[in-house]
Nanobody
Framework: QVQLVESGGGSVQTGGSLRLSCAAS????????MAWFRQAPGKEREGVVG???????SYADSVKGRFTISQDNTKNTLYLQMNSLEPEDTAMYYCAAGPAIVCRRGSRLSPTDFGSWGQGTQVTVSS
C-alpha cells in the first residue's frame, strides 16, 4: 500500500527556516518523480519542486535559492529544506509521487500528473 506521510511544518517568522519530511512506504521513492506542492487558502495547488530518479531537480522560480529538495534513499524519505521564509510561503505543503516520466518532461509540475499524495503539513510564516 502506497503511503506518504509529511511532517515538519510549523509557524515561523519571516526569515526563518523549516525542514519538511515525507516518509514513503509501499514503493521506492527514488525510482519515481517525487515532488512538493503547496496550496494556500483560495489558491490553486502549485508545484514547488520536483526530483527525478537520477537526482535532477526542478524548482519553481519563487523558491529558487531558498528551498532545497533532497532524498535519503536508505530511509525512503524526501525532504524540503526551506530557508529565508516569507509570508507568501504560507500554505499547506504536500508530498506527491508520480511516474518518473513526469519529472523528465521538463515542464511545469501539475498536480494531475501525480497519483499519490500525503495528507499535508501546514507552514505558516508571520511578518
Amino acid at each position: 500500500q502506497v503511503q506518504l506521510v509529511e511532517s515538519g511544518g510549523g509557524s515561523v517568522q519571516t526569515g526563518g527556516s523549516l525542514r519538511l519530511s515525507c516518509a514513503a512506504s509501499g514503493f521506492t521513492a527514488s525510482s519515481n518523480c517525487m515532488a512538493w506542492f503547496r496550496q494556500a487558502p483560495g489558491k490553486e495547488r502549485e508545484g514547488v519542486v520536483g526530483i527525478d530518479s537520477d537526482g535532477s531537480t526542478s524548482y519553481a522560480d519563487s523558491v529558487k535559492g531558498r528551498f532545497t529538495i533532497s532524498q535519503d534513499n536508505t530511509k525512503n524519505t524526501l525532504y524540503l529544506q526551506m530557508n529565508s521564509l516569507e509570508p507568501e510561503d504560507t500554505a499547506m505543503y504536500y508530498c506527491a509521487a508520480g511516474p518518473a516520466i513526469v519529472c523528465r518532461r521538463g515542464s511545469r509540475l501539475s498536480p494531475t500528473d501525480f497519483g499519490s499524495w500525503g495528507q499535508g503539513t501546514q507552514v505558516t510564516v508571520s511578518s
